[in-house]
């Protein structure tokens, strides 16, 4: 079967750096997404990987492996805003969507 | 810019009562979907359509039937609610669905709840 994997919940402190780590199984790959969505809201587009290495954008860097069927998103800086469930996501052979049960992060101050 | 717009965003239901999700979108998109969230679960795809007229089922389509007549429309129907069906819906459209830097933009969602 196809599966996603994340940590439940992370707790970082305002100001520093965290890591959101994604692990796959999944029938092919076409691209790994990461998705932002705060609490009773839509979740919001933060990154694409297709090919291995690291994406920057601004404070959000998303790392691709895919011999290791691995990813992570690295948050720096962080703000109170940031807190939120992070979603990560993989299209599979068929172009599918196989989505993560995300990964709820709680800042602190 | 409306993006995608659902309504409702909350609705009560006694089991077996019918009801429709509706979802608008003015991006132009060809590809829409509905998903469904509940917690400590992935979201879970229940039908897509990848153009006016053309539906196909997700992974959890059983009990609810959907309806593309126009582009920037995709309706999402359950027939005889039940209450494994209580769960926040998604909407979520983009420019195609079969290619691999395919963004989705996701509706505000709509809380479902089935007595």
């Known amino acids: 079967g196809q599966n996603i994997d994340q940590p439940t919940e992370m707790t970082a402190t305002e100001g520093a750096i965290v890591q959101i780590n994604c692990t796959y199984q999944t029938s092919g790959f076409n691209g790994l997404f990461w998705y932002q969505q705060h609490a009773g809201e839509a979740p919001t587009f933060l990154s694409y990987?297709?090919l291995d290495g690291l994406e920057e954008k601004g404070r959000f860097s998303s790392f691709l492996s895919r011999s290791k069927g691995y990813s992570y998103l690295l948050l720096k800086e962080l703000q109170m805003k940031d807190s939120a469930s992070y979603l990560c996501a993989v299209m599979d052979s068929n172009y599918q969507l196989i989505w993560g049960a995300g990964t709820k992060l709680i800042i602190k101050p | 810019n409306a993006g995608v717009t659902q309504t409702p965003k909350f609705q009560v239901l006694k089991t077996g009562q019918s009801m429709t999700l509706q979802c608008a979108q003015d991006?132009?998109?060809?590809?829409m979907s509905w998903y469904r969230q509940d917690p400590g679960m992935g979201l879970r795809l229940i039908h897509y359509s990848v153009g006016a007229g053309i539906t196909d089922q997700g992974e959890v389509p059983n009990g609810y039937n959907v309806s593309r007549l126009k582009k920037q429309n995709f309706l999402l129907g359950l027939e005889s609610a039940a209450p494994s069906q209580t769960s926040v819906y998604f909407c979520?459209?983009?420019?195609?669905?079969?290619?691999?830097?395919?963004?989705?933009?996701f509706g505000a969602g709509s809380r479902l709840t089935v007595l």
């Open positions: 991006m132009n998109h060809e590809y």
């Open positions: 990987n297709v």
């Open positions: 979520a459209s983009s420019y195609t669905g079969g290619s691999g830097a395919n963004v989705l933009t």
